[in-house]
Structure formats: C-alpha cells, structure tokens
C-alpha cells in the first residue's frame, strides 16, 4: 500500500523560505513522477509542480514559476518543494501526489495516491 507523508509545512514570512518534504513507502519510489497540490480555503486544489521520476524534468505552476522549486532524492524516497519568497497568496494546505506514470502530469485526475496534507501559512 502506497503512503505518502508531508512534513515542513508552518507560519513563513513573506519572502522568507519553507522547505517541504514528502516521504513515500509501499512501492518502487524510483519508478514514478510526484507531484504536489495546494488548497486554499474556500478554493478547489491546484497543481502547484510535478517532476518525473528520474528528476529530470520538472514542470511548475506559472503562480510558482521561479519561486518554487520541486526536487527528489529517490535513495530517500522523499520529494521536496522548496518554496522561496512565498507570498500570502501561497498560504493552504500543501499536498503531494503520486500515480502510475513516470512522466510529469498536471491533472489530479491522474494522481491516485494522495499524502493527508501539511498547512502553509504566509504572513505578510
């Protein structure tokens, strides 16, 4: 069975930086693209990056683009999302998200498993 399990996420300054992680378990992490997600209060859940699995590619939200960046360490299993200069706009709830394809998708209908989220809030 496939977890997944963020961490890092807390009360940043906007400008400052937050590093998430996400910690995975129950099958080949290696052989399959991560993603994470975001939801905001009162909105639906975004994409917010996704990278393939071998790191190579990577593909980012245009509200992130340049700010944001999403790498993985398949020894450890984890992918992380850096997060620089966040703004308050960035604030919600902070998802990663794995399916059955190696390749980078942007659609959450093509993410089957789903970590239980970590919060992010950005003060101004």
């Known amino acids: 069975q496939v977890q997944l399990v963020e961490s890092g996420g807390g009360l940043v300054q906007a400008g400052g930086s937050l590093r998430l992680s996400c910690a995975a378990s129950?099958?080949?992490?290696?052989?399959?693209?991560m993603g994470w997600f975001r939801q905001a209060p009162g909105k639906e859940r975004e994409f917010v990056a996704a990278?393939?699995?071998?790191?190579?590619?990577?593909y980012y939200a245009d509200s992130v683009k340049g700010r944001f960046t999403i790498s993985r360490d398949n020894a450890k299993n984890t992918v992380y999302l850096q997060m620089n200069s966040p703004k308050p706009e960035d604030t919600a709830v902070y998802y990663c998200?794995?399916?059955?394809?190696?390749?980078?998708?942007?659609?959450?209908?093509?993410?089957?498993?789903w970590g239980q989220g970590t919060q992010v809030t950005v003060s101004s």
């Open positions: 998200a794995t399916g059955h394809t190696a390749v980078v998708r942007i659609s959450a209908d093509e993410y089957v498993y």
């Open positions: 990278i393939s699995w071998s790191g190579r590619s990577a």
């Open positions: 129950g099958r080949t992490f290696s052989n399959y693209a």
